[in-house]
């Protein structure tokens, strides 16, 4: 276990079960003002740990501590039930109330804790605003888009001025597009709220773009935990290897260059400040000798691991920058590639992927 | 190509000549019995017979019993309806057959059944007669009584049925919200049962309005306290066929009535 939050963090330790057959077995430890994602596959207990902290599941042991309030606690015979609870949740695929409009589903939590209707629907409709869905107030779940439904889901978790939040799968059931904008929202919002967050996710560039702090859960246990330079760098399951494989590298942009732990690379794009940077490994090519003609983003670097998978086969290479490369077996052959081989690695620059809206507390 | 002219684009849409024919059949099934109605009412005496005391008795008693019984029903089948739907214990497979026995037993047995429980000198009327007072069986109250047992299944079923499809996690999220589990019962789940719960409570009160047989068993026949309209039609057929034909009238005004107003405001969705 890590060392326990002072003041007003969550601290939880437990094994929850869900059915026969599935166990979960997570430690948390999550300081005010931060956020730490639970990075997983599906089924791997995401969800589970969501009810979990929510109160919509009690464990089978272990100790969940809230703000220093204890939650759930069977040795102590200590079960807060979720209505008790501070916790505010944007579930998955929102669950808003389809029989209350917007601005009705916001003021719902603040209602229930008795505040007079006029007071909560003052108060729902200055998140509203705040969310930019002043217009949306008196539509219904089903006349909102995803993207306004994910917005009110957030609004209705926020408006009660929770002591944890958290976001299971937020931006899942959003197009590509609205997810990239409301991800770059959601940075925002989360620097503003002042307690502990837990994102749940299945997306390696959420969990980068939105958490301090990983943890990678798989089949119901933490296989890892640590920055996303950590997994990158030293992945322990295949599962963080692949998620590793997809080379994803926080930097700073400017003037077409980005600025890499140790490195510069020349992207497509002319975007400034904090960005997460993406190369598919079958993007980067290796080379014997310094390879002729265009690609500006080339460097000499030695062979640190070679992993063969089927046909592919993957390739670390070393310092300055840390990268998986994926090439054909052929071509290995061909070079002749051994670990510790000194190579040239290229990547075209229109191969690299550009991701703004990190948040501020990425480098 | 003569396939793709508008024309035959048109007909396509037309329903299938055979479904048509069959469809229109059942209609008629409905449609020629009230035609025979009509066709015997004598319209201009109508007025006088309605007023007659025998047709308004029986009217108020039916409005006030029908709807009593759909009270009683909402307030003790919605409770039942949740513990079956949500709720594990054993036999609950025996329960639901109980509670739908009401359906398929002849109301004449389940007046009878009532008889036996709550007679005078019945398993339950007795000890209940002797320490309050209360007598059921040919009273009014015996008729709410016969008219809830033998309706309230469809409000049962219905609602379980509603709360069974209703996804759980809605109900969680409102706890998440800080909603107590009364207040989860009031503003979400009953909110988002509510076209279902309608449909019941029609239901069960059209059921109610029309029954005959556990009444007349359980209840009998006296004018003003437990004769309700299908029990003066009866009377009425034997004696005075105008009457009996206005009565079966205002029956089939007061349900239609009431049937298709509560379709077009909550029936959509079944």
Redesign the interface.
Known sequence: MEGAVDGFGLDASFVARRGPDFRLDLSLSIPPGRTVALLGPNGAGKSTAV?VL???LPVESGQITLGGVTLDEPAADRFV?????????V?QDY?L????TAIDNVA??L???RLSREQALARAGGWLERLGLSDMAQRRPGELSGGQSQRVALA?ALV?EPDLLLLDEPLSALDVTTRARLRRDLAEHLDAFPGPRLLITHDPTEAVLLAEQIHVLEEGKVTQTGSADDIRLRPRTQYAADLAGSNLLVGKASGGRVALDGCELHIPSQVEGEVLVTIRPSAISVHRRRPEGSPRNSWPTRIELIERMGERVRIRTGPPLVLTAEITEEATLALGLIEGDEVWVAIKATEIGVETGAGSELS | MTHNTPERRRRGRRPPIVLLILGCLGLALFLIPLAGLMARTPWSELPRLLAGDLVTDALRLSLVTSVLATLIAAVIGVPLAWLMARVEFPGRFLIRGVVTLPLVLPPVVGGAALLFALGRRGLIGDPLGELTGLVLPFSTSGVVLANTFVAMPFLVITVEGALRNL?H??E?????????RW?VLR??TL??I?PSLVAGLTLTWARALGEFGATITFAGNLQGRTQTLPLAVFVALESDRDTAVALSLVMVAVSLGVLVMLRERWWKAL
């Open positions: 009810d929510a109160g919509l039930p979720p209505e008790q609870r501070n916790v505010g949740v579930f669950l109330f389809p029989h209350l719902f939590g209602r229930s804790r209705r009660t | 996804d996690r809605y969680a999220a409102a706890a998440t919200l800080g909603a107590g207040t503003r979400v909110p988002m509510a």
